[in-house]
């Protein structure tokens, strides 16, 4: 584990001096601008900075690659985050990136389809195979009223990029909440009151998984 940097005030002088931009400090020493913006000094250290960047695919890469998830890299670097969204190039600089779950976009994934409690209907992405590891997080009580309807294998990217496609066909559909059903603790943005997938919608699944 790399050794922890205790920052004086010395050091965050000598460290903001290298840098003739903000938004080049933030981006190559984001900690010692966190820092010293918690101690009141940041204004007096940047003085000599100009304020903006302008960003190029290769810039945002380079921050990019700092970052295990996307997660990270939206609150980490945001002004990187959305130029590399504006420039058309997020997913091509975030596909070496998991999600801040721990999800794996490299790794063989499932899409599932389950049927919880008997009457809510649920998609989800996981890389794990076995449906008692799949189920871990959801709340212990609950574990045994799920029924898998229907899963599909691929990659990571693939399952993804078919979850993500098909809860925005469905978005405006009435989402099951928390109080319905307490399955997961940080609610249900993924869990509907009816069976929504279409015989089309299963064809789609298959002709691009199988």
Excluded at 55 to 72: C, F, H, I, N, S
Excluded at 144 to 171: C, F, M, P, S
Aim: proline letters at 3%; glycine letters at 6%; charged letters at 25%.
């Amino acid at each position: 584990m790399p050794k922890r940097v205790r920052w004086t005030d010395a050091m965050l002088w000598e460290e903001a001096s290298k840098y003739d931009s903000k938004m080049d400090f933030l981006t190559y020493s984001n900690k010692a601008v966190k820092t010293a913006q918690r101690r009141g000094i940041y204004k007096d250290i940047t003085a000599h900075m100009s304020g903006r960047t302008y960003w190029t695919v290769d810039m945002v890469r380079e921050v990019a690659l700092q970052y295990p998830t996307k997660r990270a890299f939206q609150i980490g670097n945001n002004p990187a985050y959305c130029a590399s969204n504006r420039l058309g190039v997020y997913d091509n600089i975030t596909a070496h990136m998991v999600s801040a779950g721990g999800f794996d976009l490299e790794a063989p994934s499932i899409l599932y389809y389950i049927l919880v409690s008997g009457k809510y209907y649920k998609i989800g992405i996981t890389n794990n195979e076995n449906n008692g590891g799949r189920h871990s997080r959801y709340v212990a009580s609950e574990r045994e009223h799920i029924d898998t309807l229907r899963e599909w294998g691929g990659t990571g990217k693939e399952v993804k990029a078919l979850e993500t496609k098909l809860l925005r066909q469905y978005k405006h559909l009435t989402k099951v909440t928390k109080q319905e059903c307490p399955i997961l603790k940080n609610g249900h943005s993924e869990l509907f009151h009816i069976d929504i997938l279409t015989p089309l919608d299963i064809a789609m699944i298959e002709e691009t998984l199988c």
